[in-house]
Every structure is written in C-alpha cells, then in structure tokens.
C-alpha cells in the first residue's frame, strides 16, 4: 500500500469527478496480505474501460503494455514492475474454457463473476478492505469456497476444479469446503476438454504447496484424475520427499510428481497430458528408473563413478527419491543416518566431475578408420580412467590408448 508506483497509478486513474472508488486493488493481492503471506503481484481493477484506463496512463507519463486489452486489461509498466489493471466486467457467456464478457461499473457484479470468495476482495491504498461476498471470513476460517453455484462456477472455467483443490493446499490447515468438493467431484469430466498446459500449471502449484499431501488424497478419493495421471498414487512417497526437501532442498513440482508415480504408472502418457517439455519429460523418465543403489550404504570410493555417469541434478534427485522412499518405508534413520543422506546429496558440490581429455579425433590420428572401433576403444579408455579414480591426465590417457590400438 505504500509503494509509490502504485500510488502513481491510482492517481491517474481516480480523477476528482469520478464515482469513489474508480479503482481498486484486488484479488490475490488482497487474499495474501489478508493471510500474512508475501505479497508477489498487484492486480487492480477499474470502473473505467480499457481505452480511458489507457489514455489516464499515458497523460500520468506511466509506461503501458497493449498486452490483454480486447479483454479489458492494460498493464501499466515501472522498469520490472508491472500492474495488471482490469476493467470491471460481467460474464455474457462461457464454455467452460473461455468466456465473452462486458463491462461494468459494478463492483459487486465484477465480484460474482470470479471463481473463490477469498479472491474476491478489493482494498484501497488506505488498506480498507471491500468484501461483497463474505471472503475475509472465509480466510479467517481457511476455507475455499466457491462464489454463489459451484457446479455453475465450474460450468464457467473447468480448471476452478484444480484450484479449488490447489488453493485448498495452500491453506494448509483448513478444512475442505464439503459443496466445493462434492461439485468438483460432480464435473471431473469437464477437465478433459482443458488443455494439458492448463491442467500441468495448476497441478504443479499445487504439487509444490508446503505440503500438498492430505489435499493431493482427496483429489485422489474424488477421483478427479484422468486416466493418464491416475497412478499418481503415492502418497507416502511424497510425504517423504517434502520431508527430504525440507532439509536439503526447496519444492520442486517435477519431482514431486515422480514421487507420487505407481510401479504401473505410464511416464509417455503424463507426459503427453501434461505437455511437459522435453526437459521435464526427460527428467520424469529418470526419475522414475534412477539408479536405486545411490544410498548411504553404497560404499564412498564407488561415489565418484556414480556420479560421473548421473550427473549432478540426477545425482540429487535419485539422493532425494530414494531418501523419500526409505522414509515411506517406514525407516526415519538416526542422526547419522540423516547426516549421511545430506552428505550424499551434497557430494557433487564438493566434487567437480571431470572430463576424459580424449576424443574420437585422438583415436583416429593413431590409424584407426571412423567407424565402431573408435567409439569402442574411447569406451574401454573411459572404463580404465574411471576404474583409476579419474586421476590419470592426458599423456597418460593418450599412452593407454596407444598401447590399446598397438595390442
């Protein structure tokens, strides 16, 4: 509230003759300072229609970005720091992905058309908060709660049914509203009209929730998921790993998502209904078959080669997996057994993974034609460097090497 840029903003748009309030902060914004959390992104609202919004801007010197004005927004610009300013607006009709919408200078008609009451909430720069719909108790109370007909909420935008669930998780302590979850449950089906990037978006912020894992049972238990994310079942596994990265490492959406997959689970079809990247895909595949030896019981001179054929992010991921796995098992392990699931996923900081200094061109320049023969001999050369513990230089691997294609 006393950030002067954003003071800026609401002096060019709340003129002497306009209705009070003309404009007004809203939504998330409002919601987490309300629940004492940090606040990332400032979202207003206006009475006034995208064009004059745009022209007050402009007259005030703010820079302005076009960015979503044929939907009633326009986004004013200080340096890195941007305010998303809406015009009120009123839900003509929808499909359930996409809504046609007018404008409005009614705050309570632009309040009933979002999704959650808690996020329908509006404030001055005086911090005095406007509660059309009674959300401020629901904060108080932890609860997510639909807006009016939660099965006509849904109809408007099936995704509400993901964040109904992930807001839940953010709460951490509240209890589930029982209408909000029979009607998510009702409309399961709705989400398969959504797109996976949607779908993956929600899923992931819920994922990486302080502790998504009572929330996550009872997406399960409302059976909410498609067939291709239906073995996401692990919920002991889970817990582990929000244990584990509570210790060494922050939440990471990708292998928490791992962490839930079933022995049964089809890496190939989450992956193609979540529209992973071929990073993340990659990465879920390894995840799921990393190497289950990388544990404190593997004996330490054998670290280094291990290492150096995972790599430093597998390495700390399989560490932290099967960490989480011993955890849900049963195994909570004393102080030395934790000490040393932290000191194997701290190796590969202590421990920068060599090169080998010889290449296919090394081989060749010693007679031998390109072909199989020369990935073959790199290879026995890399398995004789590793074997000696990564210390023999390039003399010495250009001597073994020679000796190999002269024997």
């Given at each position: 509230?006393?950030?002067?840029?954003?003071?800026?903003?609401?002096?060019?748009?709340?003129?002497?003759?306009?209705?009070?309030?003309?404009?007004?902060?809203?939504?998330?914004?409002?919601?987490?300072?309300?629940?004492?959390?940090?606040?990332?992104?400032?979202?207003?609202?206006?009475?006034?229609?995208?064009?004059?919004?745009?022209?007050?801007?402009?007259?005030?010197?703010?820079?302005?970005?076009?960015?979503?004005?044929?939907?009633?927004?326009?986004?004013?610009?200080?340096?890195?720091?941007?305010?998303?300013?809406?015009?009120?607006?009123?839900?003509?009709?929808?499909?359930?992905?996409?809504?046609?919408?007018?404008?409005?200078?009614?705050?309570?008609?632009?309040?009933?058309?979002?999704?959650?009451?808690?996020?329908?909430?509006?404030?001055?720069?005086?911090?005095?908060?406007?509660?059309?719909?009674?959300?401020?108790?629901?904060?108080?109370?932890?609860?997510?709660?639909?807006?009016?007909?939660?099965?006509?909420?849904?109809?408007?935008?099936?995704?509400?049914?993901?964040?109904?669930?992930?807001?839940?998780?953010?709460?951490?302590?509240?209890?589930?509203?029982?209408?909000?979850?029979?009607?998510?449950?009702?409309?399961?089906?709705?989400?398969?009209?959504?797109?996976?990037?949607?779908?993956?978006?929600?899923?992931?912020?819920?994922?990486?929730?302080?502790?998504?894992?009572?929330?996550?049972?009872?997406?399960?238990?409302?059976?909410?998921?498609?067939?291709?994310?239906?073995?996401?079942?692990?919920?002991?596994?889970?817990?582990?790993?929000?244990?584990?990265?509570?210790?060494?490492?922050?939440?990471?959406?990708?292998?928490?998502?791992?962490?839930?997959?079933?022995?049964?689970?089809?890496?190939?079809?989450?992956?193609?209904?979540?529209?992973?990247?071929?990073?993340?895909?990659?990465?879920?595949?390894?995840?799921?078959?990393?190497?289950?030896?990388?544990?404190?019981?593997?004996?330490?001179?054998?670290?280094?080669?291990?290492?150096?054929k995972a790599g430093g992010d597998s390495w700390r991921d399989t560490v932290m997996m099967n960490w989480a796995g011993e955890l849900a098992d049963?195994?909570?392990?004393?102080?030395?057994?934790?000490?040393?699931?932290?000191?194997?996923?701290?190796?590969?900081?202590?421990?920068?993974?060599?090169?080998?200094?010889?290449?296919?061109?090394?081989?060749?320049?010693?007679?031998?034609?390109?072909?199989?023969?020369?990935?073959?001999?790199?290879?026995?050369?890399?398995?004789?460097?590793?074997?000696?513990?990564?210390?023999?230089?390039?003399?010495?691997?250009?001597?073994?090497?020679?000796?190999?294609?002269?024997?």
């Open positions: 509230m006393a950030d002067r840029d954003l003071h800026a903003v609401f002096a060019a748009l709340q003129g002497a003759s306009d209705p009070a309030p003309s404009v007004l902060c809203v939504g998330g914004c409002v919601r987490d300072a309300l629940m004492d959390r940090p606040v990332v992104d400032v979202d207003l609202a206006t009475v006034h229609p995208p064009d004059v919004t745009l022209a007050r801007l402009k007259a005030a010197g703010i820079g302005v970005l076009g960015i979503g004005i044929e939907h009633g927004t326009v986004v004013a610009r200080f340096g890195h720091k941007l305010f998303q300013i809406t015009t009120l607006r009123v839900d003509v009709e929808t499909d359930g992905r996409h809504a046609r919408v007018a404008y409005t200078n009614d705050w309570e008609t632009d309040a009933s058309r979002r999704d959650f009451t808690m996020n329908a909430l509006y404030t001055d720069l005086d911090g005095n908060v406007y509660d059309p719909l009674g959300g401020a108790d629901d904060i108080a109370a932890r609860r997510v709660r639909f807006i009016g007909d939660a099965n006509k909420r849904i109809e408007e935008d099936a995704l509400r049914i993901l964040r109904f669930f992930r807001f839940h998780a953010q709460i951490e302590d509240g209890e589930i509203d029982p209408d909000g979850l029979a009607a998510c449950a009702d409309r399961a089906g709705d989400l398969a009209n959504l797109s996976g990037e949607r779908i993956r978006e929600e899923i992931f912020k819920l994922l990486v929730a302080a502790d998504p894992v009572v929330t996550w049972q009872m997406l399960l238990d409302a059976r909410i998921l498609d067939m291709a994310l239906l073995a996401l079942t692990r919920r002991d596994r889970l817990a582990g790993l929000v244990t584990v990265e509570g210790v060494v490492a922050a939440a990471d959406p990708v292998r928490r998502l791992a962490a839930l997959m079933d022995g049964g689970a089809n890496v190939d079809d989450m992956v193609a209904r979540l529209r992973l990247s071929n990073r993340d895909g990659e990465r879920l595949r390894d995840l799921k078959t990393g190497a289950i030896d990388i544990n404190p019981d593997l004996p330490q001179d054998a670290w280094k080669a291990r290492l150096y049963g195994r909570t392990g004393d102080r030395l057994r934790v000490d040393a699931w932290r000191a194997l996923e701290a190796f590969p900081a202590t421990w920068p993974v060599p090169v080998l200094s010889v290449r296919g061109a090394d081989v060749i320049a010693l007679g031998v034609p390109e072909g199989p023969e020369v990935s073959r001999l790199l290879k026995d050369i890399e398995s004789w460097w590793i074997e000696g513990g990564f210390v023999a230089e390039r003399g010495a691997c250009l001597a073994e090497l020679k000796r190999r294609v002269s024997a």
